[in-house]
């Protein structure tokens, strides 16, 4: 009877000696499948953080721009393709905060020794870029500044537009401002559109009536169209100043030049009349419509569009841009020439077209509109730029 007792007791504890070593088994499967999800899951963690770090270092890459002597391809053909797809924005009249950080970014490093804005920048990929130093086209630059600020409403950003106010004022740095781009017409719409002190309101108003002007009967050709124009409008603005009649005569002879040359230019060579002088043309016809409520002005003005779908067709961006202007100024005096979705449709066009920045247009790939370009260069005007900063920004 013992004996029986105590095979089956050693039968029990061979058979749990068994269970338990399975059961180890099944704890220990377990153990390591769980280990090995782990890992899993921690490589694919892995990679994912790894994607996402190539990809900030890319935007970092992007904000601080490359060196042009580091330029290279940035992607292939069909993902900057596919980026630039997604990138190029819908405007509708809608601040472009993106573009204009960016040019705002790019307008603040072009600048000489004195601080001076260029007047051009030409630049080629893996070389370097040549400057043309200028004492006029910044205050282009200082009036998109200002319509930047007013978007912003950054305090460092109006800091920018009074330290460029005092370095233009500042006649041991800047002898002379020729005129260049509506000196005295973008220093009024600052004045009239800030909270400036006296100080710089004063600044702002020398800078306009310190500015050096040929007189009209030197003014010939395409180019004399254009600055005819310009000078007509920036003696309107005088006169809004200190209501001196003598500018307003002035303005008034130097648009009768800008006329003789554009209906010159018409009748000797019709489809070689730019967008450029007919906008120019169009700015003059508008401020003095403003002045003396002649009808004639106003559609004079509005004719110079007549066919602005057409814009968009151009290369010219010295024109586009000034068209541009001349549109944003109708659209507050009239509401059916269907200005706004034509400007939206041309600075569209500029963007895709003209910003040379990885995403978008990228030649160069460091910032800045291009005015004109080549396979591996780019030319980029500092008055056009700050002009588009400030038609980007209204």
């Not at 020794?113 to 870029?129: F, M, T």
Request: charged content about 30%; some cysteine; aromatic content about 10%.
């Amino acid at each position: 009877m013992e004996s029986g007792q105590q095979e089956n007791i050693a039968n029990q504890n061979q058979w749990g000696a068994v269970s338990k070593e399975r059961d180890n088994k099944k704890l220990y499967g377990v153990v390591l499948f769980l280990v090995t999800l782990i890992l899993i899951l921690a490589g694919f963690n892995w990679w994912l953080k790894d994607r996402s770090s190539k990809r900030i270092n890319i935007g970092n890459q992007l904000t601080e721009g490359q060196r042009l002597e580091e330029s290279q391809p940035f992607v292939e053909e069909s993902y900057r393709k596919v980026t630039e797809e997604k990138r190029i924005p819908d405007n509708k009249g809608v601040f472009n905060q993106e573009v204009a950080l960016k040019l705002s970014e790019w307008l603040e490093k072009q600048r000489d020794d004195r601080g001076v804005y260029y007047h051009q920048v030409k630049c080629e990929v893996g070389g370097s870029c040549q400057t043309m130093v200028s004492n006029h086209s910044g205050l282009s630059v200082i009036w998109g500044r200002f319509r930047y600020y007013q978007q912003t409403k950054k305090v460092a950003d109006l800091e920018i537009v009074k330290k460029d106010l005092d370095l233009y004022t500042n006649r041991s740095v800047v002898e002379t401002v020729q005129n260049d781009s509506w000196n005295c017409r973008l220093m009024y719409d600052i004045r009239q559109n800030s909270n400036l002190d006296d100080n710089y309101k004063k600044k702002l108003e020398s800078i306009c009536f310190e500015s050096a002007y040929l007189k009209p009967e030197q003014l010939t050709g395409s180019d004399g169209i254009v600055k005819s124009s310009i000078f007509a409008a920036d003696f309107v603005a005088k006169y809004n100043w200190r209501e001196n009649s003598g500018d307003l005569k002035l303005a008034r002879d130097y648009y009768e030049r800008a006329l003789a040359l554009f209906d010159e230019k018409g009748q000797k060579e019709p489809t070689n009349v730019s967008w450029g002088e007919k906008c120019a043309v169009g700015i003059a016809s508008l401020d003095l419509f403003k002045q003396d409520k002649d009808p004639k002005k106003l559609t004079k003005a509005m004719s110079m569009l007549e066919k602005k779908e057409e814009i968009n067709n151009s290369i010219d961006l010295f024109g586009k841009t000034v068209c541009i202007l001349l549109m944003q100024d109708l659209s507050l005096v009239s509401e059916n020439g269907g200005y706004k979705n034509t400007i939206d449709e041309v600075l569209n066009g500029v963007i895709k077209n003209n910003f040379d920045y990885r995403g978008y247009k990228s030649v160069i790939g460091t910032g800045g509109f291009m005015s004109g370009s080549m396979t591996g260069k780019a030319t980029k005007l500092l008055r056009e730029n700050g002009l588009i900063l400030g038609v980007l920004s209204r």
